[in-house]
């Protein structure tokens, strides 16, 4: 049986899905994916899977580099494809110092990727227990419950070194057969070498070095373990003390009471909820801070600052500053609601959090932050910015200034953003839910509005008409980019002579431009931008018209040197 029989199965089902996985990437492929909107629905679940598929087996149609265009920084974009054996959300990555990004999926297969090839880690990762969890249940020993073992899964992946020695730590919930209950374990396995092709592991090589107290029984009916809820994550902080989240695995979603002291992400006496230290070499573990619901991210800034992102419940998804006894207060404050738009929390109000910490910003309405990442060496404007990760579809960047957000840029990726890494200077990477790693650096592209002085002058010889010309293109430049992909109220101008108009991926097109021109010249323009109503009647550009012929020559002049 050849790789995709033996991935789906022979057969009508098999050749059905084959065949839409297909079908999805001649139609749409890699664009198909990137402007999929609505990832929630189920009809958009099954399209995305299918595309994780296509993606991994025909490396599907991204180009090879992509600009991305930011407030402050131009960004290349470069993706990376997973191999078909990686599941297809959930899980986690981490930057070895050599450069190599390695991946663990939700199922907890170990993968890496050097010089943008992908390649299989012959490293078990340690044992979850599912199997005896499937086999209790078969057994009818947990009861009237369901497990859904997508959520039962491995959550991150970290590279350390202790004196010369590297190893892995993998965080994961476990199963505990004997008791019936589960937690978050941390393992630690020892790895020879920085070679990562050349490391072998069983399943029962590593140890584990950690566990969340106490270990929690499964719900009684329904889903019984919400592992999607668990956190995970870690960072290095220094030495051999690392940091490490645990969510309260929807424990406190359901908290009934005023009481908050009980609840699970307030009890001292707990793990659940906590942003941890723990020494990887020894297992001592300390809580320092509380108050979470499902911390997604951790990231450690260059000052040894803590960023944990948590994704909290609706309009609850927030940035917060970790400092040694903070109290985030969830579940007894939030600024978001129960999914039934019930108030979360002791109050109807947003004005609640006396005597609790607030974040650093809370995303309303929600974003899903599934990871964070502190910046340095990468842009210098964004020196000190935090990214959040988001599984709606973009990288948000929380630009800080006296440790509170001044503001907070979505940079549009369309993807489920599922971690984040600091792969060296100038190099960040995400790891998206349908199996891409996506590489962002600071572009080495010139932004044409930095030649705009020479533009002007090469195209507008004299200096009267060009004066008018640089102050009227201002005002076109409010509404348009100059850029590739730069759209705002209007579509970017970016190569405009030679296309043919409306052809741009803008969304706001009137439908009126078809007939100007098969495409455009320095003429056509010209007449476009004296009078856009009566060369297009019926356009959407809202501009009354260029009276001076001399000024709407000089301006696309301009344009058509950009």
């Known amino acids: 049986m050849g790789r ?4 789906v199965g022979w057969g009508s089902a098999g050749i059905t899905v084959i065949g839409a996985a297909a079908g999805l990437g001649v139609w749409g492929g890699y664009t198909l994916n990137t402007e999929l909107q609505n990832r929630f629905s189920y009809p958009a679940q099954i399209q995305y899977k299918l595309q994780g598929y296509y993606n991994a087996w025909f490396k599907s149609d991204a180009p090879e580099i992509e600009r991305l265009i930011t407030n402050r920084a131009i960004l290349d974009k470069e993706t990376v494809f997973l191999p078909s054996f990686s599941s297809d959300f959930a899980g986690g990555i981490t930057a ?19 010089d943008g090839q992908t390649a299989k880690m012959d490293v078990a990762a340690a044992d979850n227990r599912a199997d005896p969890l499937r086999e209790q249940l078969a057994e009818g020993l947990l009861g009237p419950i369901e497990i859904d073992f997508n959520w039962f899964r491995y959550n991150d992946i970290l590279y350390v070194e202790a004196a010369g ?16 209950c589960f937690g978050s374990a941390l393992a630690r396995l020892a790895v020879n070498g920085a070679d990562p092709a050349g490391w072998r592991a069983g399943q029962d090589d590593g140890e584990v070095i950690a566990r969340t107290e106490p270990c929690l ?21 220094s030495g051999t003390t690392i940091v490490w989240s645990s969510g309260s695995y ?19 006496a707990g793990d659940y909820g906590k942003v941890m230290e723990v020494d990887f070499l020894t297992g001592a573990k300390r809580t320092i801070a509380k108050g979470l619901r499902n911390p997604q991210g951790v990231s450690v800034d260059a000052d040894g600052q803590i960023w944990v992102s948590d994704h909290g419940m609706r309009g609850g998804d927030e940035l917060n500053l970790v400092k040694p006894g903070r109290n985030f207060g969830f579940p007894a404050v939030s600024y978001g609601t ?23 910003i809370a995303f309303v309405p929600s974003i899903a932050p599934a990871s964070a990442l502190a910046l340095r060496d990468f842009v210098p ?4 910015d935090v990214l959040v990760g988001a ?14 957000a001044a503001y907070a840029e979505p940079i549009e990726l369309g993807m489920r953003i599922r971690d984040l890494a600091r792969v060296g200077p100038g190099k960040i990477v995400a790891y998206t839910d349908d199996r891409r790693l996506i590489f962002l650096s600071p572009s080495e592209a010139v932004d044409p509005t930095t030649r705009l002085d020479e533009i002007f002058a090469e195209a507008v010889p004299d200096a009267d008409t060009r004066s008018a010309v640089q102050s009227t293109l201002t005002a076109c430049l409010q509404c348009h980019g100059v850029m590739e992909g730069e759209h705002g109220a209007g579509p970017s101008l970016y190569q405009v002579c030679g296309r043919e108009p409306g052809s741009t991926d803008f969304d706001g097109y009137s439908g009126q431009l078809s007939a100007v021109t098969e495409v455009w010249d320095v003429p056509s323009l010209s007449r476009f931008v004296a009078d856009s109503e009566g060369t297009a009647p019926g356009t959407t550009m809202p501009w009354g018209g260029i009276e001076d012929p001399a000024v709407a020559t000089g301006i696309a002049n301009v344009l058509c040197e950009f």
């Open 381 to 384: 404007e964004w020196e000190g």
């Open 338 to 360: 129960h999914y039934d738009r019930r108030p979360a929390g002791n109050g109807p109000t947003h004005q609640n959090h006396e005597g609790y910490d607030k974040p650093v």
């Open 165 to 180: 020695q590297g190893y892995l730590l993998l965080s994961y919930t476990e199963w505990n057969p004997d008791d019936l």
């Open 96 to 114: 070895m110092p050599t450069g190599e990004v390695l991946v663990v999926d939700r199922l907890g297969q170990l993968s890496f990727v050097r």
């Open 391 to 404: 599984l709606s579809g973009a990288i948000w960047r929380v630009h800080v200034e006296n440790e509170q």
């Open 4 to 7: 995709l029989g033996k991935i």
């Open 250 to 268: 929807e424990r406190d979603d359901r908290f009934e009471g005023t009481d908050f002291a009980n609840a699970l992400a307030q009890d001292d």
């Open 217 to 237: 029984k499964t719900f009684t009916s329904g889903k019984g373990i919400f592992g999607l809820e668990a956190g995970g994550r870690m960072d290095v902080l």
